[in-house]
Each structure stands twice: as structure tokens, then as C-alpha cells.
């Protein structure tokens, strides 16, 4: 009863931050979106003849203006390639854990049988490790292909496994099933990197978009201070 609490109160606490989570990640969403389309008003307002006259008096060129369209047209290409990332990421990291886990059962049933037909073969049973925990995954994965590849190389282990149907195929095709696993961490790891390189790319985008637009915003305060329409029109709160 004590083990099956503590289990229940593990998934609990699982599905609770994976709750979290998913509305933190809804919220960035949100609040990046909110950005953009902040940022896309000022910009946009900006072709307006009285606003870009006005902001002409401080310096603002029409290669100024074109500068911030630029920002927002490359802010948005990297919010696009970190979702494309992002993305492929999760499903790197789906792919890695389904086979790795399909994998780790397998694992552990080839181990019990080991333990229970090699047990009173001294010589054998010592090649059988005790059952691993996944992580971490390179002494997980170091280990497994060890326990394989032993059994592969020691006819005496095979001539008796192979009386409970466990046989030199199956031995290669977990070889195989590992350096497959391998691959796939080997990719995940790949997407990891150049998603989490996307959302530093994105991050700073953005940032350089709002420098930007918050600039505009406040030299519009100056210039268009008394005419509160000018400066809703850019999307500025105007306080009554």
C-alpha cells in the first residue's frame, strides 16, 4: 500500500508540472504574439505622411524606417524557424525514449532469463549485470551492449540459452536495436542544440525589435505629445 501512495503521489506531482508547463509555454506564446503585434502597429503606422514628417525632425530617415521594418520581418523569420526547431526537437525526443523504453523491457526480461538458466554456471553468471536504471543513458547503453555482446562471444552461454528460444539472432537484432538507439540520441542531442540556438536567435530578434520600436514610441511622445490620435494610431496609451 505504501509503494502503490508513493507511486500515485509521483504521477500527481508528473501530470501537475506537465500542467504547468503547457500554460507557461501557452503564455509565451501569447505574450510573444502580443509583442509582435505591438511592434507590427508601430512599424506599420510609420508610412503614415504625418507621422514619418514628424518623426523626421529627430533624425529618422526613410533608412531608418526601413531598418525597422527589416527587424520585424527578421524577428518574425526567427519566431518561425524556432517553432520549426522546436518542433523537431519534441519529435527527436519522442523517437529517442519510445525505442529506448520499448528497448529497457526487453532488456530487463533478457537479464531475469539470464539469471534464473546461467545461475548454475559460475563462469556464466558473472557476465549478467543486475538490473540498470536508464540514467544515466551512456552507462545504460555502455552497459547493455556489454551484457550483448559477452553472450555473443561465448558459445557455452548460447548452447544453453538457446533451449528457452533465446538465440544468436536475438542477441544481434539487441546489438542492432542499441547502436539504433544510439543514433537516435545521438540526434536528439543534435535538435537540442539547434533549437535551443533558435530560441537564442529568436530572443535576441525580439529584443533588438522592441529596442527599437520603444525608441519610436518614445520620440513620438515627444513630437505628437498634445495630438492623442497620432499616437493611438501608432498603438501608444494615451491617458485621458
Request: aromatic share 10%; hydrophobic share 40%; with cysteine.
Given at each position: 500500500m505504501l ?26 506564446k501569447k ?46 523569420r526567427f ?162
Amino acid at each position: 500500500m505504501l509503494l502503490l501512495s508513493i507511486i500515485v503521489f509521483i504521477f500527481n506531482i508528473v501530470e501537475e508540472l506537465n500542467s504547468v508547463l503547457t500554460h507557461k509555454t501557452s503564455f509565451m506564446k501569447k505574450k510573444q504574439k502580443d509583442v509582435i503585434e505591438s511592434c507590427e502597429h508601430v512599424i506599420t503606422s510609420t508610412d503614415d505622411p504625418e507621422i514619418r514628417t514628424g518623426l523626421a525632425k529627430y533624425g529618422y530617415t526613410n533608412e531608418r524606417f526601413d531598418e525597422g521594418k527589416a527587424l520585424l520581418k527578421s524577428a518574425k523569420r526567427f519566431i518561425h524557424k524556432q517553432g520549426v526547431e522546436r518542433s523537431e526537437m519534441y519529435v527527436a525526443n519522442e523517437n529517442f525514449f519510445a525505442k529506448r523504453d520499448e528497448f529497457n523491457q526487453l532488456y530487463t526480461d533478457d537479464i531475469r532469463l539470464c539469471r534464473v538458466v546461467l545461475t548454475n554456471s559460475p563462469d556464466l553468471i558473472k557476465i549478467v549485470p543486475n538490473l540498470q536504471p536508464m540514467y544515466p543513458y551512456a552507462k545504460w547503453q555502455k552497459n547493455a551492449l556489454t551484457f550483448y555482446g559477452n553472450l555473443n562471444e561465448l558459445p557455452s552461454a548460447l548452447e544453453i540459452l538457446q533451449k528457452f528460444n533465446f538465440t544468436l539472432d536475438i542477441i544481434k537484432s539487441r546489438i542492432s536495436d542499441l547502436n539504433l538507439i544510439n543514433e537516435l540520441f545521438l540526434l536528439r542531442s543534435k535538435e537540442k542544440g539547434e533549437s535551443e540556438m533558435a530560441t537564442q536567435e529568436r530572443n535576441e530578434a525580439i529584443d533588438k525589435l522592441l529596442d527599437y520600436c520603444n525608441e519610436v514610441r518614445g520620440i513620438a511622445k515627444i513630437v505628437f505629445g498634445r495630438k492623442s490620435q497620432i499616437l493611438e494610431k501608432m498603438g501608444i496609451l494615451v491617458r485621458s
